[in-house]
């Protein structure tokens, strides 16, 4: 089923001179009060739901199983054990491309594989 393509309704505009135009500044006094004002229960039962579930998942998580949560580190703080973790043999052993690299590495014949 195809649908159809989204048409604006062709109306055309009549004003009277008998009714009086509305202003900038009376639109905005008869607006209704904004949507945030009625939130505060939903907002409140959003955020008790959501500690809820961070407390369940706080205390299934061990402490190496939340260290990957932490990210990028925000400062340049150079480590020896980082740099083979990351970069090192086992490291390429592990994955498909570091395979690869060590593959390509071999066949140039170079003194180190990696670190």
């Known amino acids: 089923m195809r649908s159809q393509p989204f048409r604006l309704p062709t109306q055309t505009l009549t004003t009277s001179l008998s009714t009086p135009l509305r202003t900038f500044s009376s639109a905005l006094r008869s607006q209704p009060p904004p949507l945030t004002q009625s939130l505060p229960s939903f907002r409140t039962s959003l955020t008790s ?9 706080q205390q299934t998580r061990s402490f ?9 580190r925000a400062t340049y703080n150079p480590s020896r054990r980082v740099q083979k973790r990351r970069h090192g043999f086992l490291a390429r052993l592990r994955s498909r491309g570091g ?12 003194k180190s594989l990696s670190w």
């Open 64 to 72: 190496s199983a939340s260290a990957p949560l932490a990210g990028k």
């Open 99 to 110: 395979r690869k690299v060590l593959q390509h590495r071999r066949a140039k014949g170079r």
């Open 49 to 57: 739901a959501s500690s809820v579930s961070f407390g369940l998942t």
